[in-house]
């Protein structure tokens, strides 16, 4: 049996969790900031490291206690170094550092977008995968469409080349004066909207990137159906785009439904063609985004292969997820040394 404890802190979850055989979770303690950053509107990064630093301990020391494992008993310890917030990393990584040379157990860094995919692997799905797999991470960092041949083996297929969905989500939601995240809030609003009430743009990759995404369109057709400029003048962009707004005339269930249809819907194309055209036996999706009913549904019905999907906890931010990839990691020996540094651009190929 080989018993992992790992830690998560790349964005505003702190968290820790034993994964037992990267597929058992014995404990999974996840200590959220989001009531705090919500005042913020999204993730301030100072705060989000401070608070790293107060919860750690007793994320750390709750998980081992839930698990009932002694540190003795642990075979390693694992932690994101990347990518993520350089401050909310350094947190995490130290602790994991000093617990694993304090113990004197092998101290694994973990990448966050390695151990979304294999939040897959803690689901009753994990005996039904049969590689190649097309991954789906979709988060609010990251929007990727990767092709798994094996283990820990990664081909990026398709990216987003300007904003991942979820912070479209996320900038959407604040524009309509939603709370943060923006993600869970339009699914909510969208509930009791007309998906065909607007007509929002949806980005066409180049013949050469097929699979690649573009959010950006969508967001700032949303800000202009919101927002419509005085006649003569250009929206700016971006900074036209304000916390609480009020927005007469709008409505904001329609906008909302409408969006999370254009987004669902590049989301669903690009993914379902890449599997195609990959050989892929399954899509597997992963990551905050994840989480969307509309999204998870439509892929179903529009997919030919298996399309599977973590249950609610394991699609946010979670360190179980970053356990069960550290398994395989330390299934192929991967060791590092105290010298393992926060990487907050780290890729996954
Ligand atoms: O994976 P995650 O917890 O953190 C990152 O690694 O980024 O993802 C957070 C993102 C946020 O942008 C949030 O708005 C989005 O996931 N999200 C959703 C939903 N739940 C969370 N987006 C759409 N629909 C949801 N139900
Ligand atoms: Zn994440």
Redesign the pocket.
Known sequence: MTLILALES??DETAAAVVEDGVRIRSNVIASQIETHRQYGGVFPEVASRMHVEAIHAVVASALEVAAVAPADLDAVAVTHGPGLAGSLLVGVNFAKGLAFGWGKPLLGIN?LEG?IYSLWLTEHAPLLRFPVLCMVV???HTDLVLMRDHCTYQIMGRTLDDAA??A??KVGRLLGLPY????A??KAAAEGSPSAYSFTRSVMSADHPYDFSFSGIKTAVMRAVQPPPTGKRVRGEESIQAGVTLPNINIADVAASFQAAVVGMLVEKTVNAARDSGATAILLS???S??RLLRAQMRERSALPVYYPPLVLC??NAAMIGAAAYYRYQQGQRDDLNLDVRPMLPLE
Request: with cysteine; glycine share 30%.
């Open positions: 790349s964005c966050h979304h988060s609010g960092g979820g912070e989500f996320d995240p923006g993600g869970p339009i699914e990551g905050g985004v989480a969307n946010t931010d």
